[in-house]
């Protein structure tokens, strides 16, 4: 009690965690104990039934950052790291969650590049559990090589075949056997695979650009999906819906009338203030971030339609390369919305390209000086059109 009205960690409560043989959970090997899942479950409710604090440290560390390693570590990595971790000699801590993107891990802003001897991270996290004391820390970063988060694609496949095929040994030679049997594409400017079987595909930054300058000058009609109608019966209930819709009506309804979907709305209640917070409202953010882009375009003094016909965009700075792959995405989203009847997938894609417009204008300069006649302006002008 004396250790949580200080708001102290009990440090000397950690080699008899260490005695309990749990860290590591369902990880074999490596002197972790290979427990089953419900068996790691257990274990670390126990934990709680004594202290949350204590069980929430063994979360972190066992269940999030051991568990990274030995999904996604090289085996170079899970030797170096894991056992000294399982008998908790080192304590792991991890950070995925920022402060603008919550813990959506594929709109990562933390950057690590590949220099000399290492690399650098360079970003923000918030809530990094066990960060104040650990030894190894688990960072999620975007890889700046590739611009991408290195995905262990082969793992999933190699768990369904292994010990049903000679051919192939580990995850790598599955993600080596991906990437051979590739189809040749404008799209992919590199591949590689690394570690237990990280597929890691760059897109070709003039496939990207040209995706974007084709959405720009051939309107809407040529790229944007063509789907099918789905017919839907919405059904807005309430506590009188006696009184307002008999639900006799409803199944004559249904029986007359075959539906894709039958959608049920009822009103769940919400608080003032609730409704009055404008982060993550995408009304307010898309509305400044097209106010925005006016003024920009008026301020430029240049004219638009001759933009498209004359410029090419070549993408030259990370930002204009992060911001065109979320354009790309505009048409999958779009279906994916319409056809699982997921409003809410496009909202979010929205007040997510709102915000990344807002860090493209804060990193890239939009608007030239009278004396500069750099061709990234008209670029830049073309992607925030």
Not at 15 to 20: F, G
Not at 185 to 199: L, N
Not at 298 to 324: F, M, N, Q, Y
Not at 357 to 370: A, K, N
């Amino acid at each position: 009690m004396k250790h949580w009205e200080k708001a102290e960690f009990p440090y000397h409560a950690i080699p008899k965690l260490a005695s309990l043989k749990v860290a590591g959970g369902t990880i074999k090997g490596y002197g972790c104990p290979g427990l089953s899942l419900t068996g790691s479950a257990i274990a670390i409710a126990e934990v709680a039934r004594v202290d949350a604090s204590c069980s929430t440290f063994i979360l972190v560390h066992s269940s999030l950052a051991m568990l990274t390693i030995g999904l996604c570590g090289s085996e170079e990595q899970k030797q170096k790291y894991l056992l000294s971790l399982a008998q908790l000699q080192t304590v792991a801590c991890w950070g995925l969650t920022e402060p603008d993107y919550g813990s959506d891990a594929s709109s990562l802003r933390t950057t690590t590049t590949k220099v000399s001897g290492g690399w650098i991270l360079d970003g923000q996290k918030r809530w990094i559990g066990n960060n104040t004391f650990a030894d190894v820390l688990v960072i999620f970063a975007r890889n700046m090589e590739i611009n991408q988060i290195n995905g262990n694609n082969a793992m999933g496949i190699w768990a369904k075949i292994k010990g049903t095929t000679g051919e192939f040994r580990n995850p790598n030679s599955v993600g080596q056997a991906i990437v051979k049997n590739l189809s040749p594409s404008e799209m992919i400017e590199s591949t590689s695979v690394a570690g237990p079987g990280f597929v890691n595909i760059g897109l070709s930054n003039k496939w990207i650009a040209q995706s974007i300058h084709n959405m720009l000058s051939n309107g809407i009609g040529t790229w944007a999906p063509l789907l099918p109608v789905s017919r839907a019966l919405v059904d807005f209930s309430s506590p009188n819906i006696a009184n307002e819709m008999h639900v006799g009506h409803l199944r004559y309804r249904l029986n007359v009338e075959k539906a894709d979907w039958v959608i049920y709305l009822t009103n769940v209640g919400q608080s003032l203030h609730f409704s009055m917070v404008f982060s993550g409202n995408t009304v307010v953010y898309l509305l400044y971030a097209h106010t925005r882009i006016c003024s920009i375009i008026r301020k430029s003094g240049e004219d638009i339609e001759d933009l498209k016909r004359t410029r090419t965009i070549v993408l030259g700075h990370a930002d204009e390369r992060i911001l065109s792959l979320h354009l790309i995405r505009f048409v999958e989203i779009v279906e994916e919305a319409c056809t699982n009847l997921l409003p809410n997938v496009l909202c979010k894609y929205l007040y997510d390209l709102s915000d990344q417009f807002s860090g493209f204008y804060t990193s890239c300069q939009v608007v030239r000086s009278p004396e500069e006649t750099s061709s990234c302006y008209y670029v830049r002008q073309l992607l925030w059109l």
